[in-house]
């Protein structure tokens, strides 16, 4: 079940909420509040305050369990903008622009089922399998009761080895 929550006409710059509101998009209601408490941005107070009225909302109308909800969506839209004028020297004026923002959060239950899993670590290896059988059997080989490795020696070697047994 969805649950919504809506700020409008909140006196912040969109651009600077969005790079708080994506914090905290897709994790759990708790961990977000969390995240929003100790986030050092004057807008995640604001976004504090929608998250948890969110969690209020879903609690109080849908009977949800509030440990077993998760942000589903977090957008932040641009609202009107108050422009005033700011004096400068020689009758000049330059415009300061005071932006507005409407903030929506929408939540959603987890089911018990799709709670996020571990991901499945690699099987340990049995004692006979090895990780390249086709390069230890190729050790294993023997040309005439010699390794490969020895095969390939140039014959001169082979022929002092004879002479010295």
């Known amino acids: 079940m969805e649950t919504k929550a809506v700020v ?24 977000a509040l ?70 929506t959060v929408v939540l959603t239950e987890l089911e018990e089922g799709k709670k996020r899993k571990a991901a499945k670590k690699a099987e340990p290896k049995k004692e006979g399998e090895t990780a390249a059988p086709k390069k230890a059997a190729a050790k294993k080989e023997t040309v005439a009761g010699e390794t490969k490795a020895e095969a390939k020696k140039p014959a001169a070697k082979k022929a002092n080895k004879k002479k010295e047994s």
């Open 34 to 103: 969390n995240i929003l408490r100790f986030t050092n941005k004057a807008t995640a107070r604001i976004l504090y305050k929608v998250v948890a009225s969110a969690k209020a909302n879903a609690e109080n109308n849908n009977a949800a369990n509030g440990d077993n909800l998760k942000i589903e969506k977090i957008f932040v839209d641009m609202g009107p903008v108050m422009k005033r004028q700011l004096p400068r020297s020689r009758g000049r004026v330059d415009m300061v622009r005071k932006p507005f923002s409407h903030v």
């Open 8 to 31: 409008r006409y909140a006196r912040m710059s969109p651009q600077k909420a969005r790079l708080v509101a994506d914090l905290v998009r897709g994790k759990k209601v708790n961990d």
